[in-house]
Nanobody
Framework: QVQLVESGGGLVQAGGSLRLSCAAS????????MGWFRQAPGKERELVAT???????YYTDSVKGRFSISRDNARNTVYLQMNSLKPEDTAVYYC?????????????WGQGTQVTVSS
């Protein structure tokens, strides 16, 4: 069982930056594939970025060059650095973890953190 707790969301002006953190419980964090999803009001949940246990990363096209996912296995934490934020990035952001799969229906989800970008 893995528990995920996100932090770092908030209100920021367009063009600004935020860094989301996700602290994970458990002693096998380094073997898990981690990811960030987001869901805006009235829209479907969207995969934003993933990082596998080897450190390979993936980004959805709309955030490439602006967002960066990273992990610190010593701290059991995954990060999402978000730069050049746009109003369309406004959403609840969820941290995810899975021991096997990556990107599709991860087994574990955090409670979500709200990111609001004002124009």
């Amino acid at each position: 069982q893995v528990q995920l707790v996100e932090s770092g969301g908030g209100l920021v002006q367009a063009g600004g930056s935020l860094r989301l953190s996700c602290a994970a419980s458990g002693r096998t964090f380094s073997t898990y594939n981690m990811g960030w999803f987001r869901q805006a009001p009235g829209k479907e949940r969207e995969l934003v970025a993933t990082i596998n246990w080897l450190g390979d990363t993936y980004y959805t096209d709309s955030v490439k060059g602006r967002f960066s996912i990273s992990r610190d296995n010593a701290r059991n934490t995954v990060y999402l650095q978000m730069n050049s934020l746009k109003p369309e990035d406004t959403a609840v952001y969820y941290c995810t973890a899975d021991p096997n799969k990556i990107g599709a229906r991860p087994d574990y989800w955090g409670q979500g953190t709200q990111v609001t970008v004002s124009s």
